[in-house]
């Protein structure tokens, strides 16, 4: 359940009607936009069943969630959240480029990486330290010196640094390096690093599952924020169908359901939805029309000669020309790069 305040409703309302919950042994999640005050419910509102809070002053009304996730609901933040890091906002008009490397392979490869995105526009460097992969015996990543190896290529170039966890263990290490952290679609529903996540207060980027519903997807979302943490952003990178002509099937239709439904920022990752360097492109321009607030592209020096996911990442080339085809199709729908 939600309570939407009244427009002139003051501070000491609002700490009143947090007060009955708390009093009830329920959660307050109080959300002041520029439309509307709501204070959301967190718990068995049933215990509510003595209160009527809509005769309290400042209260406008008491609106039902029939979701699972509550926090994560457009119902909750009707306007959309942003997520600000540093200088760089996602959720707004202006989309968010993220590039870099499947992996952080070594300091020379990072640092040309940085420059190579840098120079086309990016303001995030991306590249893997922690590589989950489904062969043992594949490269496996750099760990820990690959976080380090990223902070230095990104202050080098003026970037910001995301790179994914793959354990809750990982978050402090990464934390010094990083500036959002990513959960693979390996481990959307991993919620004990979610909850870890949660508790870290750092900006996550959560994949969608390779086999996830979108409701799957925002229930995961909501185990970080129910831990009071607003900064997260969604990322849809293609589920498995029996498509196999691409990686996965790359969901365009998710992100205007997710946009309808909920209130976090989305991005598209064109990458491991396409599994093949020439579809890239589309598939990221496609997002960008859906509406979604980015992309997430794998960019390496040189692509034939990368120790994962050769086959998918492009040349600086390449991305610097879907930069310039994505800033003419968000002209087209208002946004701008």
Known sequence: ??????????????????????????????????????????????RLETENLELMDGVEKCVPIMHSYKLASREMVPEGRKVKIKNVIIGGKQLVMMAGPCAVESEQQIMTAAQGVKKAGAQFLRGGAYKPRTSPYAFQGLEDEGYRLLREAADATGLLVIS??????????????????????????????????????????????MASTIEEWLDAAEYILSEGNANVVLCERGIRTFETATRNTLDVSAV????????????????HAAGKQRYVESLALAGIAAGADGLIVEVHPEPKKAMSDAAQQLTFEQYAALFQHAAKVAEAIGRTL
């Open 1 to 46: 359940m939600i309570i939407l305040m009244k427009k002139d409703c003051t501070n000491d309302q609002v700490q009143k009607v947090i007060a009955v919950l708390k009093n009830k042994g329920l959660g307050a999640n109080l959300s002041t936009g520029s439309q509307a005050t709501i204070i959301g419910v967190l718990g068995d509102k049933s």
């Open 164 to 209: 994914e966890v793959t354990d809750y263990e990982q978050i402090e290490i990464a934390g010094k390096y990083c500036d959002m952290l990513q959960v693979g679609a390996r481990n959307m529903q991993n919620f004990r690093l979610l909850r870890e996540l949660g508790r870290s207060g750092m900006p996550v980027l959560l994949k969608r599952g």
């Open 256 to 271: 205007p359901v997710v946009k309808e439904r909920s209130s976090l920022p989305i991005i598209i990752d064109p990458s």
